[in-house]
């Protein structure tokens, strides 16, 4: 241990952690029966089938956590020097319910039971809005009265709906809602989809290991290749986990889709007005979530620019004191430390 972790901003910043969840009761009962009922795809079973039935410590103690807002999370946010915590509803949130009207109620409570809590802590929590996706022109209306009403900051999708992205048509009353509002949407992690999830689930790859990156990360790419940002130029996209490999990947992803694009050989591929590594420089936001690796956070601030990336702890999946020293220790001036941080964060989620 190099440093004790406290509160309050002792080493010239605040701490504010990006992406960090929760659960509420409702939606894990939920998952339980359709595990149960076979109703789940393979995605949510190894998901949701580990961590609401098994009883083993890490299961136990990660679903106990999720499930709170109160006192305990406080204290662990203490513990590890957190000041704030940007909080959005576990993966896959409302996006797997089947039943259309179920999914808009779990999320519409889930953002009541969040706004309570955010309400009791307003110097501690910071609330994202839940949708439900299967219903876009809901989720919009959901997305204003997110950010008027309970006053959240930014909005979560869990990648995949049901294995269907947003960078279809039928999504776009919720980038008009993101655009209206002047919020971010955060990508963050789902289990594979089934028609990908195959060869994952047998090695054990499928969970965050491995294919939530993969997946998010594709789901990211369709949406820079669709236009989604020539079309909202303003939007802003998060994703976490240090870009889910995309700033690793840049170079050949430019060169590839350029060539594609001259070649006509995808009619979904079409040009663009940016390369997709100037997009990253101006429409997507990278948390350093679940990646505490000083070389990756410092590769990844040189690619897409010191005011695009941000500290995250991903609690309760990985609450690891040694990663916050991890951040509090890269070699880089107080002041890319200060935006890395604390006021990144503020900037792009307004707070």
């Not at 919720?174 to 971010?184: E, K, S, V």
């Not at 976490?240 to 995309?246: I, N, V, Y």
């Not at 594609?260 to 663009?272: E, G």
Request: hydrophobic share 40%.
């Amino acid at each position: 241990m190099s440093h004790q972790l406290k509160t309050g901003g002792d080493r010239g910043y605040l701490r504010i952690a990006t992406e960090e969840a929760f659960a509420t009761r409702e939606q894990i009962d939920w998952y339980l029966r359709m595990v149960q009922e076979g109703s789940a795809d393979r995605g949510l079973t190894s998901l949701w089938g580990f961590y609401a039935r098994s009883p083993s410590e890490r299961a136990t103690t990660i679903l106990a956590r999720l499930l709170d807002l109160g006192e305990e999370r406080l204290r662990h946010m203490d513990a590890t020097g957190i000041d704030k915590a940007v909080l959005a509803l576990t993966a896959p949130g409302a996006q797997a319910l089947p039943d259309v009207a179920a999914a808009r109620q779990l999320a519409q409570r889930a953002n009541d039971y969040l706004a309570e809590h955010v309400a009791a802590h307003p110097d501690r929590y910071i609330g994202m809005t839940t949708v439900a996706p299967q219903d876009p022109q809901w989720s919009a209306r959901e997305i204003v009265r997110g950010a008027r009403e309970l006053k959240f900051k930014g909005v979560q999708i869990n990648s995949h709906t049901q294995g269907e992205y947003l960078d279809l048509p039928k999504f776009d009353p919720i980038f008009r809602a993101l655009a209206d509002t002047g919020q971010p949407l955060y990508i963050h992690p789902s289990a594979p989809p089934d028609a990908m999830i195959g060869p994952m689930v047998e090695a054990g790859l499928d969970g965050a290991i491995f294919g939530f990156g993969v997946e998010v990360g594709l789901h990211l790419l369709r949406l820079i290749t669709s236009g989604i940002f020539d079309r909202y130029p303003q939007l802003q996209i998060m994703v976490g986990h240090m870009g889910e490999a995309l700033p690793f990947w840049i170079y050949r992803i430019d060169y590839m889709h350029a060539a594609t694009v001259r070649s006509k050989r995808y009619a979904a591929l079409k040009p663009l007005q940016k390369t997709i590594l100037e997009y990253l420089r101006s429409n997507v936001l990278i948390t350093t979530s679940g990646m505490a690796f000083g070389p990756a956070i410092l590769y990844t601030q040189q690619v897409v620019g010191e005011d695009r990336v941000m500290y995250a702890m991903d609690y309760p999946y990985q609450f690891e004191p040694e990663e916050v020293r991890t951040h509090d220790l890269l070699d880089i001036p107080l002041a890319t430390k200060k935006k890395l941080m604390q006021t990144n964060a503020e900037r792009w989620f307004r707070l």
